[in-house]
């Protein structure tokens, strides 16, 4: 069988950047073991088991880089016996036959399985946090861009009053500005399951440190510390709690919320004509409508956002099913779930990086649409100068209400365009304000304070918010590979 005669993920296959599946693979995952082998044994030798020596070590560190040989060679032995950390570890002594006795010494399977999957917990939120600091960047600019352009806003999606095409953008960085302080609590308050053997008791360790409970509480600091971490959880059972599961997934989850709305807003935008996404020159939009031209992009966006809005339940219904001191009844999911989260918010990320420095504004498109709808708005301000000319407010209303109804007919049951203006223009009672008209009916008097809040936002908040990833932020071009 070849590549071609198996499944494999889309997620890989097609989606994800190399980092984030480079992060999730077998060589990364193997690899890690071995780091935390040598760590555990590193920390020992310090705390004083002279039986660890600094051969052992040193051939532990030359090769924690496991190769595709060895690969294949832990691979055969877990086809013996059956178990995938004794065959790594019997591989690994292999390799290493200075250490070959000391390998795993005192720990349980979970030493490795469940530190490293913290570990790539924690890095694979270090992936994504800059990518999404990258995507506020871009909307920032382009909302800055657009600040002071009014467009037709929409309540119910029917038109409402006019906004700004930069203000409508800040409604969905200041959802991204909460994604990223919801990234950045949860990478840090990821912990280390440490060094606690089979039932979270330390019970294997004490004895090879010969009751010392010191040297024991001292070894499950010093491994953690040695892989970076600054929290060792300090009660485990044989696992750490699934519940760190939730806490990781839930932010995950709670973006791709933010991703499909924004990408959904995109996609309406789309069908009005106002907006779009990038298009390349090559790109076909539809196999038989040469003419289309589908949002694409922010389609892909919402099919993966729904993913990944449902992997959080994963977590929770993983975490209340642990029986006491662990069950193996997490361990198919996790490999499923926990990476699909992340592989799924990097290319969404991805794409939305790809999608923000790319957009494509019809201004004038926009103008057509808050013509047709301003007239309409533009009655209150009629009525408030006519006021002020001496006439009677309830005179005017009337008179509005009339023309407006007038209007209305023309345009649902002809077709055509809204005519309201032409008709307080002809008409001899509106006189008064005639020569007010295009002021009354000048787009961006009807915007409020749109663009000051659009630039205090981006200037304060956002700027706050980024001002840690400055280093990390670019406008490099994000390709996308399919
Ligand atoms: C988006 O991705 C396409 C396809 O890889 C690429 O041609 C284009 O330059 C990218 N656009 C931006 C603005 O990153």
Sequence with gaps: MSDFDKYSTPLSSRYASEEMSSLFSSRNRFSTWRKLWLNLAIAEKELGLTVITNEAIEQLKEHLH?????????????????????????????????AAGIIHLGATSCFVTDNADL???????????PKLA??????????????????????????????????????????????LRNFVRARNDIGFRGVKGTTGTQASFLSLFHGDHEKVEALDKRVAELLGFDIVYP????????????????????????AHKMATDIRLLANLKEIEEPFEKSQIGSSAM?????????????????HLGTLFSDAVQTASVQWFERTLDDSAIRRISLPSAFLTADILLTTLSNISSGLV???????????????????????????????????????????????????????KDNDLIERVKNDEFFKPVWNKLDMLLDPSTFVGRAPQQVEKFINNDVADALAPFQEKINDAVVNLSV
């Design 66 to 98: 496991i190769s595709d040989e060895e690969i294949i060679a832990a691979s055969k032995q877990e086809a013996i016996v059956r178990h995938d950390v004794m065959a790594h570890v019997h591989t690994f002594g292999e390799t290493c036959p200075a």
């Design 119 to 129: 570990i790539f917990l924690r890095d694979a939120y270090d992936i994504i946090i």
């Design 290 to 306: 040469a003419y289309k031209r589908n949002p694409m992009r922010c389609e892909r966006v919402c099919s993966l956002a729904r």
């Design 361 to 415: 504004v019809y201004p004038k498109v926009i103008e057509r649409r808050i013509k047709s709808e301003l007239p309409f708005m533009a009655t209150e301000n009629i009525i408030m100068a006519m006021v002020e000319e001496g006439v009677s407010r309830q005179e005017v209303h009337e008179a509005i209400r009339v023309l407006s109804h007038q209007a209305a007919a023309v345009v649902k049951e002809e077709g």
């Design 235 to 258: 009660v485990t059972g044989q696992t750490y709690s699934r519940k760190v599961d939730i806490d990781v997934l839930a932010p995950l989850s709670s973006f791709a919320a933010t």
């Design 134 to 179: 990258n995507v506020i960047d871009r909307l920032a600019k382009f909302a800055l861009e657009y600040k002071d352009l009014p467009v037709l806003g929409w309540t119910h999606f029917q038109p409402a009053q006019l906004t700004t095409l930069g203000k409508r953008v800040t409604l969905w960085i200041q959802e991204l500005l909460w994604d």
